[in-house]
Structures are given as C-alpha cells and as structure tokens.
C-alpha cells in the first residue's frame, strides 16, 4: 500500500496549520475584523489565500478540452467531492511531486468541508466551480441550471474572494450552447472540458487508472480525475512518475493555456 495513510495525516495538519508567510501573500483575502480591540495576546485571523479570478484567454475558444499541443505540460483536473482525508491525502501526493494541479469543488462539498478550499489554495493548487449539487446540467431548464452554476460561484466567492478560475458542466463532458451561455452570463469565459478521462470514479483499482492515463495523456492533455477514490490516491504518484519520464509535468490549467 502506498503511503496515503501517512500522506493523510501530514496533509491534514495543513488544514488548520499556520503558515508564517501567508500574512505577507498579496494574493491574501483578509477577513473582517482583524484583531482583538484590546490587541493583548490575540493574533489577528490568519488570512486566506484568494482564489484565482476567472481564466480568460482571447483566440481560445469558448469550450476548451486541451492546451498547447507544442508544449510540455498536462493539466489534472479533480473533481471536487470526497472525503477531506483521501483529498488531503492526494494533494500531498501531489506536492512532493512538485505537481499542481486543477480542483473544480462542487458547492455542497464546500458546504461541508469549507476548510478544503484554504487547503487547495494554500497548496498552490487552482480551484474552481462543478456546480452546487452535481446534477445532470444540461437536462435541466435554464433557470435551474443557472441557479447550480451561480450557487457555487456564490460558494466560492465566500470562502477565496473569486468565483474560481473555471466553470467544468456536471455530469456531462461537454456544455450545451445553453449551459456555456449560462455560465458566461455568471462570469466564466470559457467552460472547461478535458480530452482524457481517468474512469477513475468507477473505482477500477489503482493500476487501471494510471493504466487509462498514461495510454491517452499527451502534451496539452486535460485529465479528468476524482477526489474520493482510494485507487486515484494510489496511483497518483506513478502517474506523476510516468509524466517526468516522458519530459511532461503536471501544472494547472490556467499555466496550461496561457
């Protein structure tokens, strides 16, 4: 067995941890109140990281499934559900690796794990909107659907500041005409797909996972991957292995198409 459990513990510490430096971040969102009038034995609330604003990139198109084809980047993207240990857990994986990578949080995850949102940020990692309840998007009327994408913006501006770097429909690899227009009219310029898909979420085992992936990824690859699955942790860090070992390396998504 890999060492998740481990990698669980020490990633949860960062979950309440203090890190020294973040009060100097620029990219800082500081809450209301600060410190105590009296100023006597109480340090102000840390601040949080803020998320990136929304990606917008002039010549690509409205949908994209892929970066830069001429490079030597891949983008992981999680879907953002899960139990907080095994996401924790993952992260931490991916950080000794020196890997960054794409969370889109679905907002009744958000709800419940608010903490997550600090943790993926303060990794370096990007987060962004895959709706507020995870519904089959593009099956539903226009104002339900509006109401699950601008729900998780909601969720997201609360928690980092922004309303996320990417919108990822829910359910479905590609975004109708409808749900792209929708997604815009709640402030993301582009809907974000992805060109190799993990089939991690039906739990095949970790060696099947890195199997799909490495088979399919390619320079410019958008991989879709889960938080919440014991074989995505596991074999995490072979991928990340197999990626070094092509001349590739794992970077969020807006470094991949910018």
């Known amino acids: 067995m890999l060492r998740a459990a481990a990698s669980a513990a020490a990633a949860g510490a960062l979950v309440t941890g203090c890190d020294p430096h973040r009060a100097d971040d620029p990219g800082a969102v500081r809450p209301a109140g600060g410190p105590s009038a009296s100023g006597a034995g109480h340090a102000p609330p840390a601040p949080l990281r803020a998320a ?29 559900r899960g139990d907080p240990k095994m996401a924790t857990a993952l992260l931490g994986e991916a950080e000794r690796a020196g890997a960054k ?15 997550m949102a ?13 709706t507020l309840h995870h519904r089959n998007i593009c099956a539903l009327p226009a104002a339900e659907a509006y109401a699950e994408i601008s729900g998780c913006a909601d969720r997201l501006r609360k928690l980092t500041g922004t309303i996320g770097s990417w919108f990822r429909p829910s359910q479905t690899r590609r975004a109708t005409p409808l749900v792209t227009e929708l997604a815009r009219k709640a402030g993301y310029p582009h809907v974000l797909s992805y060109d190799v898909d993990s089939l991690d979420a039906n739990d095949p085992g970790a060696a099947a996972v890195q199997r799909t992936v490495l088979d399919s990824v390619g320079p410019g690859s958008v991989v879709s991957l889960h938080l919440g699955h014991a074989g995505t942790v596991a074999a995490l860090p072979p991928i990340l292995d197999g990626l070094r070992r092509r ?7 807006t470094e991949l198409v910018t």
Do not use: K, M, S, Y
């Open 247 to 253: 001349g590739l390396r794992a970077v969020t998504t």
């Open 101 to 115: 990578v794409t969370v889109l949080a679905i907002g009744d995850w958000l709800d419940e794990q608010p903490a």
């Open 52 to 80: 990136r604003p929304p990606t917008r990139v002039p010549g690509l198109p409205v949908q994209i499934e892929n970066g830069p084809r001429n490079g030597r980047a891949v983008a992981l993207t999680f879907h953002g």
């Open 118 to 130: 600090r943790r993926i940020l303060d990794g370096g990692h990007e987060l962004g909107n895959h």
